[in-house]
T-cell receptor, first 115, second 112 residues
Framework: DSGVTQTPKHLITATGQRVTLRCSPRSGDLSVYWYQQSLDQGLQFLIQYYNGEERAKGNILERFSAQQFPDLHSELNLSSLELGDSALYFC??????????????FGPGTRLTVL | SQQGEEDPQALSIQEGENATMNCSYKTSINNLQWYRQNSGRGLVHLIL?????REKHSGRLRVTLDTSKKSSSLLITASRAADTASYFCATDAGTGGFKTIFGAGTRLFVKA
């Protein structure tokens, strides 16, 4: 158990819908990272927040947005969903804000299926 | 294209044998990490190697980094069936970048 929690575990929805994925980092970690893992694209970095502020942006679509709240939990919002958005979405956290400077601890993931 | 690319894509060995996986990247980095993922589960950090380091050990794991060749290797010695998993290298974007870029991974099968 990494100490990072993600809800829900599974999500099945229809095209055009909007969903929110939630992540609670390990106690004491200030950074939260979001990743998308699909069979054809592999593990893609989406975005990183550090202590409430956006720190780095990766291959995040404009239909997706994220935020980190004062209690450091984070939400990833996916809207106008398409079939191709079906994937595993992972959240990770780390103590510092330097990306790979320290270990990233991964949550169990949310499996999103868009029908 | 991705910063980190693992080679081989898949590797099948017998228990007790050593497994070597390679990672190549394109631009300069500050740090490189190796992660392991059991099927459908979250990634688990294995080892971090910084750009000024050449080799690190952790238990049965040995990681090397050759910045001149922009490559790293992960060696698992005396493999066990429980080592069956996918292994990913992750790099940052070097010069002030914080993006974490994962390779496509190597799927390791260790037969008992």
């Amino acid at each position: 158990d990494s100490g990072v929690t993600q809800t829900p575990k599974h999500l099945i929805t229809a095209t055009g819908q909007r969903v929110t994925l939630r992540c609670s980092p390990r106690s004491g970690d200030l950074s939260v990272y979001w990743y998308q893992q699909s069979l054809d694209q592999g593990l893609q970095f989406l975005i990183q927040y550090y202590n409430g502020e956006e720190r780095a942006k990766g291959n995040i679509l404009e239909r997706f947005s994220a935020q980190q709240f004062p209690d450091l939990h984070s939400e990833l919002n996916l809207s106008s969903l398409e079939l191709g958005d079906s994937a595993l979405y992972f959240c990770a956290s780390s103590v510092g804000g330097g990306g790979l400077t320290d270990t990233q601890y991964f949550g169990p993931g949310t499996r999103l299926t868009v029908l | 294209s991705q910063q980190g690319e693992e080679d081989p894509q898949a590797l099948s060995i017998q228990e007790g044998e050593n497994a070597t996986m390679n990672c190549s990247y394109k631009t300069s980095i500050n740090n490189l990490q190796w992660y392991r993922q059991n099927s459908g589960r979250g990634l688990v950090h294995l080892i971090l190697i910084r750009s000024n380091e050449r080799e690190k050990h952790s238990g049965r794991l040995r990681v090397t980094l050759d910045t001149s060749k922009k490559s790293s290797s992960l060696l698992i010695t005396a493999s066990r069936a429980a080592d069956t998993a996918s292994y990913f290298c992750a790099t940052d974007a070097g010069t002030g970048g914080f993006k974490t870029i994962f390779g496509a991974g190597t799927r390791l099968f260790v037969k008992a």
